[in-house]
């Protein structure tokens, strides 16, 4: 449910409600707009009735919201999310890019990537400490010391840094090198990290499991903001299907949905969703034209040596040719892309 409050409600009506909502056993999820203050009642107590509230003074009308998704829903929050790191806005006007290697290696690899990136236009570094890999064997990430190498490349750079964060345990670690947490794919359910990074106090790029569904995004997405945390962009990363030409099937049309159905900002990821460099471009440049609010892709200056991921990683002057093309495109659709 949520109660609509009048444009010309004051201040201390919007207090009484929240306090009845309380009073019945529910939790209040206050949201201020352009016009109105609309408040989200959260809680499963099916008995209790919320009619009693739009006799409230200020209340213009209760509205049942059918999808169990509440707070991320956009009938709850009309205007689109917009979230704010070291100056950069991502769900505004601007498709935001971030960029960088799958996995932070070495000093050399990490801050050639992160230059080469900046100059391309790209505002956000990435990068992996922590890596979920499929085999055990597989090169794990550099972990604590892949963070350091991270905070010395946005001290050079200036670019903010979003990193994966795999456990719990790790959140408090992870959140005081990174300007934005990222949850994987293989962890879009884990529920006690979607709590955890729900009070770290960091914006949280939540990546669509690969047999995930888009309600099943959202309501993981909903975890995150249930802990207190608003500041959450979800990610298409590309779902299993029947099709092995590429690595996952890019979901392009699960941005307009997003949209539709939530506030949240949309980010696209091309690298995971092809899994293969010669595809890259052309899932990007679909993304931008779906109205993505932004891409995430990995970019290595030596791919051939990657230790994760250098068959779907661009070579630097691929990533800045992609870039110019994708400012002719989102110039297209009324937006803005990189420099
Ligand atoms: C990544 O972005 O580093 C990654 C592991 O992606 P995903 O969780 O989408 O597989
Ligand atoms: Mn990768």
Do not use: W
């Not at 690298?271 to 931008?288: E, K, L, N």
């Not at 691929?318 to 420099?339: P, S, V």
């Amino acid at each position: 449910m949520i109660v609509v409050m009048k444009c010309e409600a004051s201040i201390s009506q919007v207090s009484a409600v929240i306090k009845g909502i309380e009073e019945l056993g529910f939790k209040a999820h206050p949201s201020k707009g352009a016009e109105r203050t609309i408040i989200g009642v959260i809680g499963s107590n099916r008995t209790v009735s919320l009619e009693a509230l739009s006799d409230l003074p200020g209340v213009e009308q209760i509205v049942h919201i059918a999808k169990p998704f509440k707070l991320v829903n956009r009938e709850f929050k009309p205007a689109d999310t917009v979230i704010s790191i070291n100056g950069v806005t991502i769900g505004g006007l601007e498709a935001v890019v971030m960029a960088g290697p799958c996995a932070v290696e070495s000093r050399d690899q990490l801050l050639k990537a992160a230059h080469a990136v900046k100059d391309a236009g790209a505002k956000i570094l990435r990068g992996g400490a922590f890596k979920p890999r499929t085999s055990p064997y597989d090169f794990q990430g550099l972990g604590e010391s892949g963070l350091e190498l991270l905070a010395e490349a946005r001290k050079e750079t200036g670019l903010a840094v979003v990193t994966e964060v795999m456990t719990p345990s790790d959140v408090s670690l992870v959140a005081s090198y990174a300007d934005i947490l990222q949850v994987g794919a293989r962890n879009m359910q884990n529920y006690s990290l979607l709590e955890a990074v729900g009070r770290a106090g960091r914006p949280v790029l939540l990546k669509r499991g690969m047999m995930s569904t888009i309600e099943e995004l959202l309501m993981s997405a909903e975890y995150i903001f249930s802990a207190g945390n608003s500041e959450v962009m979800v990610c298409e990363r590309g779902i299993r299907t029947f099709e092995r030409y590429t690595r996952n099937t890019l979901d392009i049309s699960a941005i307009p949905v997003i949209k539709k159905y939530s506030h949240l900002p949309v980010i696209v990821d091309p690298s995971h969703s092809t899994g293969d460099r010669a595809f890259v471009r052309s899932a990007s440049c679909a993304a931008i034209a779906a109205g993505a609010d932004g891409l995430i892709v990995e970019v290595h200056p030596s791919p051939e040596t990657a230790l994760c991921d250098g068959p779907q990683s661009l070579r630097i002057p691929e990533f800045a040719e992609m870039m110019t093309q994708l400012e002719a495109i989102a110039a297209a659709i009324g937006r803005r892309i990189g420099k």
